[in-house]
């Protein structure tokens, strides 16, 4: 089976529970054709970047699935004859859909190993005193000096 992301944009005028029966109506759709939803998050009022049917901020809602053809040409349909949605992108996805990883934090013992292992090639670095100035570079080209006065051409 294939997947797909849809993004959709609910009217900002909707409350919780309209939000929440519009997106179960759409998971019910999917199951129906023999799909199912992977993910699906509601992310809130957000403001449009441009005025669309009337509204300046809409309520965004995005959803992974898979399924078959069938069930996101069902899903467009129901899109388009939908009053609740005033905008959404439908496509299908290349590359499968993974669930985000919590990230994990760094123990503090291994945070203070890292620190106390010297790094090669910085002993210069912190023997050097900062005033601010890069240091000089020893291969630089010097400055081209500006040309005597019996040296220019006319």
């Known amino acids: 089976m294939a997947q ?17 029966k519009t997106c179960d109506r759409l998971v019910s759709l999917i199951s129906e054709h023999k799909g199912g939803v992977l993910s699906l998050e509601k992310m809130g009022h957000r403001r449009l970047a441009y005025e669309v049917e009337g509204h300046n901020d809409g309520y965004y809602v995005v959803m992974n699935f898979e399924g078959p053809a069938e069930a996101a040409a069902e899903l467009e349909r129901s899109f388009r004859i939908s009053d609740e949605a005033i905008r959404y992108l439908l ?5 499968p859909y993974q669930p985000p990883q919590p990230k994990a ?13 010297p790094q090669a090639g910085n002993e210069e670095a912190e023997a050097a005193p900062d005033d601010g100035e890069p240091p000089a570079q020893p291969d630089a080209p010097a400055a081209a000096e500006p040309p005597a006065e019996g040296d220019t051409k006319e």
């Open 4 to 20: 797909y992301e849809t993004v959709f944009i609910l009217r900002p005028d909707l409350d919780e529970e309209s939000v929440t």
């Open 91 to 95: 496509v299908r996805r290349e590359v």
């Open 105 to 117: 934090a760094k123990a503090p013992a291994e945070a203070e190993t890292v620190d106390e292992q």
